[in-house]
């Protein structure tokens, strides 16, 4: 399969550790009977599910860093990833383990309390409670394979209620509304519209240059070349793989972004939040703020005051020489185009 042999093309950081992908497996697997037990309990999500869109290297990972540590959401953390198949048991493991709720006479006192920076790398986070892309999860219920579009046919085949019951389980378990990536389905948000009673799409977007330059960087350090693809394929991808990789990576980027508008541009306002990456850093209180309405809209409150950092430090600068910038600008204008 074209997926897997993208993975053995990994630089040896981004390579998996087959050793634990086994035990996760073989976990997993024994859970597995509870969790299907555990979703009986549950139907669907009580509260607005924050899903996180956008392009790869657009600030989603910024953005779901920044919802996470409000602390008025749960989150899939790097911890709960690991229970893929059984969510629910997972977040009852991490509560007992990190909640200082539930210490007992400091048995686990170097957990206990534990909080997650905004550092990353291509949407890794280091750290037990850090944010998590939760891919394998999703994976379990939307099937992508070379493109990560699913058709009307492929959509009905999918296991909904029990996506939304372990959705449901998970912020039951917590208390809390859930906030959490959603890119991997950037072209089919009207389904998880369709599918979700309450939500809100938080939509990340950057200046095309710099999305591009950071997108064509990540296959650098992903798999140390700019030919091979790095993250989410529209379902344009067999035409882009055609081109050089600099329109590859502008057309990625354009044609995800197409799809997301088109999305929206269906979906009531109160369950979209469009956030410029730039100005997201600039002034964090004022999507708090426009997030805070989204969730009032949908019967969900969360406190008047905004808390967290004041700004965030803006990483758009040149980091190319002048050729490639031309190509870049070459690649994004071509795109632009054909748009019009």
């Known amino acids: ?52 869109v956008g392009a790869p290297r657009s600030g989603s990972t910024l953005m779901t860093q920044w919802l996470a540590a409000l602390g008025q959401f749960a989150y899939p953390t790097n911890l709960l990833s690991r229970f893929f198949q059984a969510p629910y048991v997972g977040a009852l493991i991490q509560q007992m383990l990190t909640d200082p709720a539930f210490q007992f006479r400091d048995e686990f006192s170097e957990l206990s309390g534990v909080r997650a920076g905004f550092e990353s790398s291509l949407g890794k986070t280091s750290g037990i409670l850090a944010p998590n892309e939760f891919w394998y999860f999703w994976r379990r219920f939307f099937p992508y394979q070379e493109i990560h579009y699913l058709d009307p046919a492929a959509l009905a085949q999918i296991d909904s209620a029990s996506f939304l019951a372990e959705l449901g389980g998970l912020e039951a378990a917590f208390g809390k509304p859930l906030a959490m990536k959603g890119m991997i389905a ?31 960087g990540a296959r650098r350090k992903y798999s140390g070349n700019l030919e091979d693809w790095y993250s989410f394929r529209p379902p344009e991808y067999p035409q882009l793989r055609q081109l050089d990789p600099y329109r590859q990576v502008a057309g990625q980027i354009h044609f995800l972004n197409r799809a997301i508008e088109a999305a929206l541009d269906r979906i009531p306002e109160e369950r979209q939040l469009r956030v410029q990456y730039e100005d997201f850093c600039a002034a964090p209180d004022r999507v708090y703020q426009r997030l805070r309405a989204c969730c009032q809209a949908q019967g969900y409150e969360m406190a008047a005051d905004y808390v967290g950092p004041g700004e965030f430090a803006v990483t758009d600068r040149v980091l190319v020489n002048d050729e490639e910038a031309r190509r870049i600008h070459d690649a994004i204008d071509h795109f632009s185009a054909e748009a019009h």
């Open 186 to 216: 950037n072209c089919n948000l009207e389904y998880l519209d369709g599918l979700l009673d309450q939500a809100v799409f938080v939509y990340t977007r950057r200046r095309p240059f710099y999305n591009v330059q950071s997108l064509l």
């Open 1 to 52: 399969m074209a997926i897997e042999f993208e993975h053995r093309k990994r630089q040896v950081d981004y390579q998996r550790n087959t050793s634990l992908e086994s035990l996760l497996g073989e976990l997993n697997q024994l859970l597995a009977p509870v969790e299907a037990g555990v979703r009986e309990r549950f139907a669907k999500p009580r509260w607005p599910l924050i899903l996180v």
